[in-house]
């Protein structure tokens, strides 16, 4: 049985993520700590004791989303001699999946998904923005229905995350008018989202441009497992080719339903997800019933999965 490992995106985080795996592994505490030292951050202190609204900045929940995914991984490494035959995330998720692979370190990738998050914040400016979530209508009507309310503001598909969840993303006007027409053309609901920018979008070019600039300065070595991207849903073990898609990525919409679907067609059954909550799980179900679909979020998640897995 083929199995791919998961990794989910911002929106995950909660207040005491990672908790149990902090408690028992004093180096993962001094990690963060020199995380938070050297870019004068609080991802600590954020995921430990919160508030919500510290550890939704996104320069903060980006690195805490990926130390949690990988500290799920390595409880699961530790107890199961299971590799996977891909490896993919959502969005922020892919750094996660090229940790996985080999391709980045654990510490290039919080540093480069902190600098993200920075650039994301900062490349917003003061352009009135909106993301929402369009429910119940499949992805090609979603496309549509943007392209025509672009005539109110840039507003575009940017999260295709089932077949009948699709996020929209842009100015705020553009957004709103695109949630009219779904609506009236029959969208069960249009969810807003509190972001911090027009993610995935070419109004946080710039973010892209400073993202470029800085996984420049860093090694990304060849992988061991093949990353399925978000930007084409294709897979690569080949640092540099991983690197510039993932330049490509933060301007571009994230393939999820695609993504899985490669995986499900070349052989995978299984999919296991590494990280806080189960957000990935409950896509993948919308995408495929048939396939199995566990998570890892907290350590005794590894207990359950000793009986379907030994």
């Given at each position: 049985?083929?199995?791919?490992?998961?990794?989910?995106?911002?929106?995950?985080?909660?207040?005491?993520?990672?908790?149990?795996?902090?408690?028992?592994?004093?180096?993962?505490?001094?990690?963060?700590?020199?995380?938070?030292?050297?870019?004068?951050?609080?991802?600590?202190?954020?995921?430990?004791?919160?508030?919500?609204?510290?550890?939704?900045?996104?320069?903060?929940?980006?690195?805490?989303?990926?130390?949690?995914?990988?500290?799920?991984?390595?409880?699961?490494?530790?107890?199961?001699?299971?590799?996977?035959?891909?490896?993919?995330?959502?969005?922020?998720?892919?750094?996660?999946?090229?940790?996985?692979?080999?391709?980045?370190?654990?510490?290039?990738?919080?540093?480069?998904?902190?600098?993200?998050?920075?650039?994301?914040?900062?490349?917003?400016?003061?352009?009135?923005?909106?993301?929402?979530?369009?429910?119940?209508?499949?992805?090609?009507?979603?496309?549509?229905?943007?392209?025509?309310?672009?005539?109110?503001?840039?507003?575009?598909?940017?999260?295709?995350?089932?077949?009948?969840?699709?996020?929209?993303?842009?100015?705020?006007?553009?957004?709103?008018?695109?949630?009219?027409?779904?609506?009236?053309?029959?969208?069960?609901?249009?969810?807003?989202?509190?972001?911090?920018?027009?993610?995935?979008?070419?109004?946080?070019?710039?973010?892209?441009?400073?993202?470029?600039?800085?996984?420049?300065?860093?090694?990304?070595?060849?992988?061991?497992?093949?990353?399925?991207?978000?930007?084409?849903?294709?897979?690569?073990?080949?640092?540099?080719?991983?690197?510039?898609?993932?330049?490509?990525?933060?301007i571009s919409a994230v393939r999820w339903v695609d993504s899985v679907r490669y995986m499900i067609e070349h052989g995978v059954k299984r999919f296991i997800e590494f990280g806080p909550q189960k957000v990935l799980s409950g896509m993948i179900k919308n995408i495929d019933k048939e396939v199995l679909v566990y998570s890892v979020d907290r350590k005794v998640d590894l207990v359950d999965l000793e009986q379907v897995l030994s």
């Open positions: 049985m083929k199995t791919a490992f998961i990794f989910p995106g911002q929106g995950a985080q909660y207040v005491g993520m990672a908790a149990d795996y902090l408690a028992e592994d004093p180096a993962l505490v001094t990690l963060l700590e020199s995380f938070d030292s050297k870019h004068q951050s609080a991802v600590l202190a954020a995921i430990s004791e919160g508030p919500d609204d510290l550890l939704k900045q996104t320069q903060i929940t980006q690195p805490a989303i990926l130390f949690h995914s990988v500290c799920a991984l390595k409880a699961f490494e530790q107890r199961f001699a299971l590799k996977p035959d891909f490896v993919a995330g959502h969005s922020l998720g892919e750094f996660s999946a090229l940790v996985a692979s080999g391709i980045l370190s654990l510490e290039d990738a919080m540093h480069l998904v902190n600098k993200r998050g920075e650039f994301m914040m900062k490349a917003v400016g003061d352009i009135p923005f909106a993301m929402a979530a369009v429910i119940g209508l499949d992805s090609n009507a979603v496309s549509e229905i943007c392209t025509e309310a672009s005539a109110m503001g840039l507003v575009q598909a940017v999260n295709y995350n089932t077949p009948i969840q699709t996020v929209i993303s842009g100015t705020d006007s553009g957004v709103a008018k695109a949630g009219e027409l779904a609506k009236a053309r029959g969208a069960k609901r249009v969810l807003p989202l509190v972001v911090g920018g027009p993610f995935h979008t070419p109004l946080i070019a710039k973010a892209a441009d400073w993202l470029i600039a800085e996984m420049a300065q860093t090694t990304f070595a060849a992988g061991k497992i093949p990353v399925v991207s978000n930007y084409d849903a294709l897979p690569t073990m080949d640092g540099n080719a991983a690197r510039e898609k993932l330049g490509k990525q933060i």
